[in-house]
């Protein structure tokens, strides 16, 4: 099925909708929906769509958008907006049709933003007033109307390259250590059980919270809590967590992340792709490596998603190896867990265990990426004495990191034969 959104009062009779519709339809199931205000209401003096005529249109929208569309195609920044907003993953390209382009994304003050989330734009005219960002990615073509021949080219082409299959996800155990920061505790919760697809089982190992962290905990329905009397660390709750595994895949995931709609599924297509992907990683807002967006800091509620999204329509089915990921949010195969182990406790409290199951995957043989279009958003050091008392602790146990693989090596070297270590090697004649 191939999508089309436009804001157009009346779909039916404009004719770059019926240029863009034709060629569609002679390559498979094409709907026209329109997504601009079906009904108004006056407000000081000026006319605003019902709420509840927005929310209908949003859910009809919704209901669409799970049928798994080939295409998506919009004819207007309006309707990329009212697909970014409507809070569900769509993978299917995105393509913005511009009739002028200059009319389009200045309507707005975020339509030029939401024109860099499609995949791909197509332009009639005005592709010189596009930003030169865009203009890289502009297809474009002369006339009033779009060639029937040009639309079906371009569109097998995108088909050819961008469309996967649908995909039965199995289960995924996503292990969450807790150390009081209640408030985003429940945000992190509240945000897995909102925007993930897939299916997945909760495990919390606790370390010896406040009593009202606990109360909340117990009260919860729909996961599982292990309980420890002190702080035993992150590398040993997350240890406890995997050992009680059910998944075939498991996720390290920080008690002060938000996560965005369908990061699960994306991040579990990513990890897939390749064999010899032992663990992937998202983008976020605050950490440090290459994971890190910078500009995206701070972001809330529907901004949260709205970006999320439109990065993840921006990124889709990119992946970018790494050397290492920082671990407030790692996915892992079962059997890399499996081939490794578990994560080294001689960390304590937390830092640099992460980077250590990274050198071992390695090691073993493991590739690592991050989903280039997963983004979700991240508190930082939530549950540390603030970023003091995490700098302590990342400082500390860097010198543990050196200290336990400059050990592996000397010993590496001393357990060399020094009967073979110093055979002289005959000279060539």
Known sequence: MFLILTAETDPARSPLLRSLARPLSELGETRTVGVGPSALHWKDGAPEEAPAEREERAERLRALLRE??????????????????????????????????????LRAPDGEERAHAARELWVLRGGEALPSALRARCRRSRGSVWPAGWVRARVRALLATAVRPSVRYPLTSLVIPVHDALPQLRACVESIRRNTGAPYELLLVDNGSSPATVRWLRRQKGLRVVFNRTNTGFAHAVNQGMRAARGRFVAWINSDLVLTPGWLERMLDALQSDPALGAVGPYTDRTVGLQVVAGAEGLEGKALDLFASAWALQHGGRRREAHRLVGFCVLLKKRAVDAVGLLDERFGVGCYEDFDYCLRLRQAGFKLAVAEDVFI?????????????????????????IRKWCAQALEFWDYIDPELAFVSVPKKR
């Open 68 to 105: 798994g569309p080939k295409l998506v195609l919009l004819t207007d920044a309006d309707a990329l907006g009212a697909l970014l907003s409507c809070g569900v993953s769509c993978a299917a390209p995105c393509i913005l049709a511009l009739g002028d382009a200059r009319a389009d994304l």
């Open 377 to 401: 958003r991240h508190h930082h050091h939530a549950s540390f004495r603030g970023d003091r008392g995490f700098y302590e602790h990342a400082l500390r146990n860097r010198e543990l990191f």
